[in-house]
């Protein structure tokens, strides 16, 4: 069984960027995709961004494309989301979770494992 250890979130204005680190333990997670997801008060979860196993394929949600980035170190057994240009509605808990395949995709059903997550609040 994986842990999964999310890192990095904090509070930022509007326009800034913040990196979130999602580290696994227990075991490798580099066989697998990864994922980002957010929630935010009254909402529920929503996809974000994820990358399949070797880092060739990612996948984005229109409302981060061109914002956000997903990346590996899989050395590291870690997963990184870099958020660029920061806007109030980014404002969420931010979740990472592995995938049960190597492809990976936008729906939370697909992901066996979640971390507890971290806040991302963005100030106008």
């Known amino acids: 069984q994986v842990q999964l250890v999310e890192s990095g979130g904090g509070l930022v204005q509007a326009g800034g960027s913040l990196r979130l680190s999602c580290a696994a333990s227990?075991?490798?997670?580099?066989?697998?995709?990864m994922g980002w997801f957010r929630q935010a008060p009254g909402q529920e979860r929503e996809f974000v961004a994820a990358?399949?196993?070797?880092?060739?394929?990612?996948y984005y949600a229109d409302s981060v494309k061109d914002r956000f980035t997903i990346s590996r170190d899989n050395a590291k057994n870690t997963v990184y989301l870099q958020l660029n240009s920061l806007k109030p509605e980014d404002t969420a808990v931010y979740y990472c979770?592995?995938?049960?395949?190597?492809?990976?995709?936008?729906?939370?059903?697909?992901?066996?494992?979640w971390g507890q997550g971290t806040q991302v609040s963005v100030s106008s």
């Open positions: 227990g075991r490798t997670s580099s066989s697998y995709a």
């Open positions: 979770a592995e995938h049960q395949n190597r492809v990976g995709g936008t729906n939370p059903y697909g992901y066996n494992y």
């Open positions: 990358i399949s196993w070797r880092g060739g394929t990612t």
